[in-house]
């Protein structure tokens, strides 16, 4: 199975008067994830399914992807994903959703970081910058680390484990 995380694009700043519910999508921040979701069409993830944290950057940032990917299948949101997305969370969705193959998660860190670093057998977490997605294989039923496949950003694409591990020091 293909797991894909990623994290919402860069939003309006926390302010007292705002709900951080909805906190919105900068221009700046919509144009550079039209770029990362322009570079994940290129590696023909092609999911079943795009699940989104209820937040509205987070929505906002599955709708640019599926309108990049002409997307046409469900894109749904989660609760699960607004805050605390962990391993026992991803389990869930998974079974939801079960019998897709390739799901995409968009949310927030420090979650999605430290689940990938749970999920890839790491020390510590693997933080995701703003607007990035981190594409690993997964098999939900050996409980083996997941592999990495890529991780996008823009336009820059990193498609090599060793390229990746020396891009996090």
């Known amino acids: 199975m293909r797991l894909c995380f ?21 221009a700046k921040g919509r144009g550079q994830f039209q770029k990362t979701a322009r570079t994940m069409a290129r590696r023909e993830i ?30 749904a ?11 026992d969370g991803l389990s869930a969705l998974i079974d939801r959703y079960r019998p897709a193959k390739r799901l995409v998660f968009v949310g927030h860190e420090p ?6 670093g749970v ?3 790491l020390k510590g977490p693997t933080p995701l910058k703003k607007g990035a997605a ?8 050996t409980g083996a ?17 060793e390229e990746w591990l020396q891009d996090r020091e």
């Open 111 to 116: 979650d999605l970081g430290a689940l990938a």
């Open 119 to 121: 999920l890839l057998g």
């Open 77 to 87: 949101v989660a609760p699960e994903l607004a805050h605390g997305f962990d391993r």
């Open 145 to 161: 680390p997941a592999s990495f496949c890529w991780l996008a950003r823009g336009t820059h694409l990193i498609d090599a484990q």
């Open 46 to 75: 092609d999911p079943d399914f795009i699940i989104t944290s209820p937040l509205v950057r987070a929505v906002q940032t599955a709708e640019i992807l599926a309108q990049v990917m002409e997307f046409r299948g469900e894109l």
């Open 6 to 26: 990623v994290r919402h694009a860069e939003a309006i700043d926390h302010s007292p008067a705002l709900d951080d519910a909805i906190r919105h999508l900068t």
């Open 134 to 141: 981190l594409c690993l294989k997964y098999n939900p039923a």
